[in-house]
Structures are given as structure tokens and as C-alpha cells.
């Protein structure tokens, strides 16, 4: 049996021990010839396809990016109305020549999306749900979240020194798309006293108030989580519109950072190199067992997997009824 395997969209640490666990449990346990795809779906356009081995396998667990590039490529996207047919055409082409009976697709919400618009050509496909901002419909988790909110919340840590010695209110930017699961679960972690996130209204007047009222306790400083997609004006950056108008709203000296992609990079937690393992595992024995076009997904502690079709165009977002928020707020942490 041959498959193909590609990574697609942003990149994350845990997507080279993803393609470890597939390729090791393909290779020596079901004797599968496994097919690296180069630079997401472009690498199917391109024909730019080659053999795994053992040794293009080694030193893959603790390493950040993914060894066979990635790219944001969406060969099923429109045109006006219609969808390029020359481009569907070669790529199905190349697979065919390949002899691929199988193509596992590792990404995000876009990836899950042409995954699935590429399973109703009739290829087989399995995908791996991937991202930082954990925000693919169907999973509990997705590799690469632990390992971006680890990051964050090593950075968040670092600010508070830096805000209580000089008095100052520190805005830090994390990133999640338009969901707030980074910002949440690194504010969280890293003891934000705000935390913004776009599944909730903010109002500046509130922030304004939380952060006079720690002064008024004996705490002349303040840490401040802004997820990159919440509401702004004229198309300010989050960390730098929640600091202009803090500074504003208190007069309080205010910094913003914005961590960018710090949080992509790296070498993955334990916690998601196991993911990866345990999720890359899975889609070989979907494999074997012929259960095609479904995604790998951990309901609760489980491995588990879901129809494919089920997931695309869907986005997890933040609960408003999340039981961090709620514990939060009791505990006098202002989400806006
Ligand atoms: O999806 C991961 C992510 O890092 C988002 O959090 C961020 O908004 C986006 O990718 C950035 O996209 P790019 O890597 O194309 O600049």
C-alpha cells in the first residue's frame, strides 16, 4: 500500500512528531510506503512527492516546523464561480501516478476544508486536525495549542516584573484567530488580571475601572491579555488600540507586545508530542481498517475520529459558559 501524507497552513511545534507517528506506525508495523508531500497542496500541484524512510524519520519528536513545508495553498478555492478544473485535474493526476490509495492531511480549519472538498473527488483522505489557535470544530484539543499557550504564558510571566517595577500596565497580544482559547488559557496561567477575547463584548470604561481599583488596593500595575482578533477601531492591532485606550481611559503609563509568531515556534510540550503521537498513530489504523475520509479527533481523553464532512467550515470558539471564565470572574479577573 502506498500514502501520501502533507502538512498545510500554519505551521506549529508537534506537526513533525505527527508525521513520525503516522510514518513510524505505517512503515514498521503495517509495512506501508508512506509519500512525503512537499509544501501543503501546492507539493500535489507540483508533483513535488518522495519516499519516507526510517532515516528522513529520525530526530522528528522534539523538532518545531514540519519537514516537509507547508503552505496556505487552496487549489479547490474559486475563481468568480467556478473552481479551477486544470488545477483539481492535476492534482488528481500526480495522485494517480503516485499510486496513492490514501493522502493524510495534516492542518487547520483550511486544510480540514480542502481535505474534505478533496474526498468528494473520490480520493481517501484522512486529516489531522492542527493549530495553535485550537479552533478546528470536533476536537477537544489540537497539537500545537499546549505548546503555544506554554510559550505565552512564559512571556505573560515575564511582565509582571517589568509592570510592577516601573508601575506600569502591560498589554500583551497573543494570537488565535478569530478565537480566544491562547489568550484565555495563557491569561489564565500567567495571572492576567484582564483578559480579551473575541467570543466577549468588552467595554474600555471596565477595564478602566478594574485597573483603578487594583491601584486602589496597594497594586499600581496591571496585566493585560488581548487576543489578536477582538474588536477594534480603524484597524489598530489589538495590543496597541487596548493600550492607547487604557492609557487614555487612567492616565496609567501603558506597554504593548505583541508576541507574533514566538508562539509557532519551537520545540513542542510533552503534552503535544504525545497528542501527535497518539492522534498520527490513529490515522494509520483508520487506514488499515479502510474507514476513509474522517478526521483524527480526542473527545475527552480518547483518540477518537469524526466524519470529515462534519468538520468543514466550522470554527471552535470559546463558550461564554467556560468554566475558566466563570472561575475567573469569581475570582475578580475582568474579561471586559
Ligand atoms: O492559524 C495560526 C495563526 O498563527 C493564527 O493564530 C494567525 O492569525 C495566523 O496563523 C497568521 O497567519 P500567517 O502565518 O499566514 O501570517
Not at 254 to 283: C, K, W
Request: with cysteine; net charge neutral.
Amino acid at each position: 500500500m502506498k500514502i501520501g501524507i502533507l502538512t498545510s497552513g500554519g505551521d506549529c511545534p508537534g506537526i513533525n512528531a505527527t508525521i513520525r507517528g503516522v510514518c513510524k506506525t505505517a512503515i514498521n508495523n503495517y509495512g506501508i510506503e508512506v509519500y512525503g508531500i512537499h509544501s501543503g497542496f501546492r507539493g500535489l500541484l507540483d508533483n513535488e512527492i518522495e519516499l519516507l524512510t526510517d532515516k528522513s524519520l529520525s530526530g522528528l519528536l522534539n523538532m518545531g516546523g514540519t519537514i516537509l513545508g507547508t503552505s496556505r495553498e487552496k487549489p479547490f478555492k474559486k475563481k468568480g464561480s467556478t473552481v479551477d478544473e486544470d488545477k483539481v485535474n492535476t492534482m488528481l493526476s500526480n495522485i494517480e501516478k503516485a499510486n496513492l490509495e490514501c493522502i493524510v492531511c495534516i492542518g487547520g480549519n483550511g486544510t480540514q476544508k480542502t481535505a474534505a472538498k478533496l474526498a468528494e473527488t473520490g480520493v481517501n483522505v484522512i486529516s489531522i486536525p492542527k493549530t495553535i489557535d485550537n479552533n478546528v470544530w470536533g476536537t477537544d484539543v489540537s497539537f500545537g495549542f499546549d505548546s503555544a499557550v506554554t510559550i505565552a504564558t512564559d512571556a505573560i510571566d515575564r511582565l509582571h516584573s517589568t509592570a510592577s517595577s516601573h508601575q506600569r500596565v502591560m498589554v500583551i497580544e497573543v494570537m488565535g484567530h478569530k478565537a480566544g482559547w491562547i489568550a484565555l488559557y495563557s491569561g489564565m496561567a500567567g495571572g492576567g488580571d484582564i483578559i480579551l477575547i473575541p467570543e466577549l463584548e468588552y467595554d474600555i470604561h471596565n477595564i478602566g475601572n478594574t485597573i483603578m481599583n487594583r491601584l486602589k488596593r496597594g497594586k499600581p500595575y496591571s496585566i493585560v491579555v488581548v487576543a489578536e482578533g477582538i474588536k477594534t477601531e480603524n484597524n489598530m492591532k489589538a495590543a496597541q488600540y487596548i493600550a492607547n485606550e487604557i492609557e487614555y481611559e487612567t492616565g496609567f503609563e501603558t506597554r504593548e507586545t505583541v508576541l507574533g509568531y514566538i508562539q509557532r515556534g519551537g520545540s513542542p510540550t510533552a503534552f503535544d508530542r504525545n497528542l501527535a503521537t497518539r492522534m498520527g498513530g490513529h490515522a494509520t489504523e483508520l487506514i488499515i481498517n479502510k474507514q476513509f475520509n474522517r478526521m483524527v479527533s480526542l473527545n475527552g481523553s480518547d483518540i477518537s475520529s469524526i466524519p470529515l464532512h462534519e468538520v468543514a467550515g466550522k470554527l471552535r470558539l470559546v463558550p461564554q459558559d467556560n468554566d475558566l471564565i466563570i472561575q475567573g470572574r469569581k475570582m475578580g479577573i475582568c474579561f471586559g
